[in-house]
């Protein structure tokens, strides 16, 4: 049975094309730099769209080298539950009803100790 076995490639293992004849796209290497000097190169199409800023691996955002700063006035401003409430109420009200709250938690509380001592 071992004369009969046939002796070849691992199939998917190794690739039967040959890099002969093969051009990559055309590419462009662009820079960015984060505000501490850091350099971040991004390689993209000759043809892509260069965003303005780019989010390095360390996580800091890189702006464009040479580029023109991305336009960030017409975002709005991130509006916190905080800022939310005191659109609605005033903080002389906000401390009325803190006050208020506190007030019916403590007795609530007051009430619950002295029914575990009987």
């Known amino acids: 049975?071992?004369?009969r076995s046939l002796r070849g490639m691992r199939l998917g293992a190794q690739s039967m094309e040959s890099?002969?004849?093969v051009e990559p796209a055309p590419r462009q290497r662009v820079e960015y730099r984060t505000e501490?000097?850091?350099q971040v190169f991004v390689t993209f199409a000759a043809e892509a769209e260069i965003p303005a800023t780019w989010v390095s691996k360390s996580g800091k955002e890189a702006?464009?080298?040479n580029g023109e700063r991305p336009d960030e006035s017409n975002e709005k401003p991130v509006r916190t539950h905080w800022d939310m409430l005191l659109e609605r109420r005033s903080t002389e009200e906000l401390e009325e009803i803190l006050q208020a709250r506190l007030?019916?938690?403590r007795t609530?509380?007051?009430e619950a100790?002295?029914?575990q001592k009987k």
């Open 108 to 110: 609530a509380r007051g």
């Open 63 to 65: 702006l464009l080298v």
């Open 19 to 21: 890099e002969s004849g």
């Open 103 to 105: 007030e019916k938690l």
């Open 36 to 38: 501490d000097g850091e």
């Open 113 to 115: 100790v002295e029914a």
């Open 1 to 3: 049975m071992s004369d």
